[in-house]
DNA sequence: GTTGATTGGGCTAGTGTTAGACCATTGAGG
DNA sequence: CCTCAATGGTCTAACACTAGCCCAATCAAC
């Protein structure tokens, strides 16, 4: 019937477009999406060692998921070893997991496990969304409340020991992107995070890079402060460069 | 049995990210979701007038979903206008769908139905991810190949009538980030661009206007062929706060 | 015309998922 | 010691979704 004929602009390749928009519309089934979405609640620390998961049937109505697939997700997370189910009142299923410290070769396999095009893929995601949280809430209006928040996360880092530290490494940097008030946003960084947590959690933490992170974390936090985007930006491109530079040579 | 006792770092709100992370694992039924993703292929003008989605049993695999579901979701569509389907060879679901030409006051009504949470949620997103995606385009090196489509997007725009201005301009953004090579990013902005297109649709396109974009669009193709990631971020920002601004007028 | 490839239309049997009810266990408090 | 509220454990009927198959319509090519 109607329809234009010649659309000169589309002689740029318009596939990936495509592509991009028309990917698939679940990454899985209700069990799976479920065992992922804990499993990053429980890797990014979000529900620390020793504590419980809210109870099945109030976390199932948060997931939006029925109890049934609910609990075979905390089953199969369970014989994981990831967590401890106990019955009864005072129970509930407590997080047995602690992140592993890392060992030489660690980070070999673990990349190595990922795939060079997903990896480049996750450094590039988390480093876009990162900066671009950074900068916007650099722009906004703080609130002294927003401040405090800010600098208690820093001085908590600075504070950690070491099996808490990537805890609240990603407990800041998630903080930057929750203080955006945007809920879209802060889920978006806990996505990115959780696709390199692996990685990180493999990478040996030694003093000079510790060091060297605590100074950039306080560039960020000096940046967004000041109110000043562009440096708040760039701090935290260089931040993450640096763990991105360290994974990318593992691709050579 | 174990457990850490005292997190002191933990007095600081950490109910927050519990919500972040635990939120619903899908955001509705297959369907439905299904509904939401042609609609964005449509609305984006991904698929574009008087085009054709690809065949059913091929666009299934695609979206990962089964053909009943997705029948049912462009059956959906076609009763409500967006779509023509034809049977036989060289049929298909066409699309009808043309945005509308906006009117005074339509603004107004879009914004009221979407609440003023989710406007700002949704343009703090955008905000950051395309401004992220911007400066790591910017950062990063370019071919001549990526420096061209960059090139073209601008031009289609700057020649672009007024009916394609909409879907050009789309394009030229969605560009950004496909040219960072991360599909993770592209779909986060093709994500984010969906969430407030409803609103771009309404804002009627006066030649001022047009013309104030125009130049930020060449600020911002300069900036990222010149290398310049803070110039890029600062481009995109500027010009997406234009838009961001005059929204926000309504909300008060 | 006739044909054949391509496409939407529709059916069925089997599996995944849900809502809701009820049971079993635990442990603090009386 | 008992009680009872909070919690995990289990079952069932109903609904959603899928895979696979075959039918029906269309139209360019012969």
């Known amino acids: 019937m109607a329809g234009p004929v010649t659309r000169p602009e589309d002689t740029v390749d318009d596939s990936a477009r495509l592509m991009t928009v028309l990917r698939p519309v679940r990454a899985g ?136 530290y990537r805890r609240l490494d990603t407990a800041f940097h998630l903080s930057i992107a929750e203080l955006t008030g945007s809920p879209l946003l802060a889920a978006t960084c806990a996505d990115a995070r959780l696709r390199v947590s692996d990685l990180l959690n493999a990478i040996p933490m030694l003093q000079v890079n510790l060091e060297h992170a605590a100074s950039q974390h306080q560039a960020i936090v000096a940046a967004i402060l000041a109110g000043d985007p562009e440096a708040a930006r760039r701090a935290v491109a260089e931040h993450l460069e640096g763990t991105a530079a360290l994974l990318r040579a593992f691709l050579s």
Chains 1, 2 share one sequence.
């Open 29 to 164: 089934n209700a069990f799976e999406e479920t065992v992922e979405r804990l499993l990053q609640a429980i890797k990014l620390g979000v529900v620390a060692p020793g504590a419980k998961l809210p109870p099945e049937r109030e976390l199932a109505v948060q997931l939006g998921i029925s109890r049934v697939t609910l609990r075979e997700a905390i089953r199969a997370l369970q014989e994981a070893g990831y967590l401890d189910v106990r019955r009864g009142r005072y129970g509930g299923a407590f997080v047995t997991y602690v992140p592993p410290q890392p060992g030489t070769g660690d980070l070999r396999r673990v990349v190595a496990d990922m795939g060079t095009a997903d990896l480049t893929d996750a450094l590039t995601f988390r480093m876009a969304v990162e900066c671009g949280a950074a900068a916007v809430l650099a722009a906004s209006e703080l609130t002294d409340e927003q401040r405090a928040v800010l600098r208690r996360r820093l001085a908590d880092l600075d504070e950690a020991r070491v099996e808490d």
